[in-house]
């Protein structure tokens, strides 16, 4: 298959997926669509550092969890509109993915995932104490102002379709991305790092532009998560959160464009529907975890797409 026909593909994918999610409000709950969208753009964002980069990432709540302190403040304190709060939220994760990016891409391996876990906690330490994130209380009861300042987003099927457009966004940047020559160097980087550098590759740089658009990314995530439930709160910054969206990309598959959709589905779904189980939806999770890891070695979308690719060939 060649890289327009896969191009091609994804795209075709991808507008069918976005056909669905148009009138899916009208069959589930909207919130509910929302925290999924929200958690497959994270996961989206982590993937494009390790599935892309090799990099694992213990850290990506201080983005995330960050963004949505930020955006909930300058939404409920300041009296910012909803897309603007988002802006702010994306804007910081981005200013604190170069300062955390510049300092973690040092290191590779098993000491670049400490490094990012330990600035993560210092982040989480910060949020506890700051005075404007509130505690263990968080932000809470943030507005929905309206839009631009003119349409009314409200309810939760008007809020629903701004949180789409965010998602599409970021899913098509994500997508751009992996598809230049920018993403192309990424790839070399992950498979042979050395010859990158042999080439005249300025390895450093490339890791830390990736590093800062998946920091961007999620804490677009974020940011919206936050106005969607009208909180930010300190679960979203815990390195349980990091832990978490690791767990999405590895179930949908590491490296795919669609599988940390399919991987934050699967577990969202999960957490909404097993919640009667209460502390049994860990135990849950990390069951089904461990059976993907020894059944679908590549994920649920990657073996898919390996299977497809098999038999493409065995009817060749």
Not at 23 to 38: E, G, H, N, Q, S
Not at 218 to 237: E, H, N, Y
Not at 238 to 267: D, N
Request: aromatic letters at 14%; proline letters at 3%.
């Amino acid at each position: 298959m060649t890289a327009g026909t896969t191009k091609n593909r994804d795209l075709l994918i991808f507008a069918i997926l976005m056909a669905i999610a148009v009138v899916a409000p009208m069959v589930i709950y909207p919130v509910f669509l929302m925290k999924v969208l929200c958690f497959a753009l994270f996961a989206l964002a982590f993937n494009l550092l390790i599935g892309y980069v090799g990099l694992l990432s213990f850290g990506h709540a201080m983005f995330f969890g960050g963004a949505a302190y930020i955006s909930g403040y300058v939404v409920k304190a300041w009296g910012w509109s909803p897309e603007m709060g988002i802006l702010a939220g994306t804007a910081c994760a981005a200013l604190l993915g170069l300062v955390t990016g510049s300092l973690a891409i040092r290191r590779q391996g098993i000491y670049f995932a400490m490094v990012t876990l330990a600035l993560s906690q210092m982040v989480f330490f910060f949020c506890v104490q700051a005075p404007f994130t509130g505690g263990e209380d968080g932000i809470q009861a943030i507005p929905r102002r309206p839009l631009f300042g003119i349409f009314d987003i409200k309810d939760d099927l008007s809020f629903f379709y701004l949180v789409l457009v965010v998602f599409a966004f970021g899913f098509l940047v994500i997508w751009r991305a992996i598809h230049s020559p920018f993403g192309q160097v990424l790839k070399a980087i992950r498979e042979n790092e050395p010859r990158a550098v042999s080439l005249g590759y300025r390895v450093d740089q490339y890791k830390l532009l990736a590093f800062v658009l998946s920091a961007a990314l999620a804490g677009m995530a974020g940011a919206t998560k936050a106005l969607v439930f009208q909180l930010a709160s300190l679960t979203d910054v815990t390195w349980q959160m990091s832990g978490e969206v690791v767990l999405m990309t590895l179930v949908g598959g590491m490296g795919t464009v669609f599988g940390p959709i399919v991987g934050a589905g699967v577990i969202i779904t999960m957490q909404n529907y097993l919640a009667g189980f209460g502390e049994w939806v860990l135990v849950i999770q990390g069951a089904i975890f461990v059976v993907v890891v020894m059944a679908f070695r590549k994920g649920i979308v990657g073996e898919i797409q390996a299977w497809w690719q098999r038999r493409s060939r065995s009817q060749v």
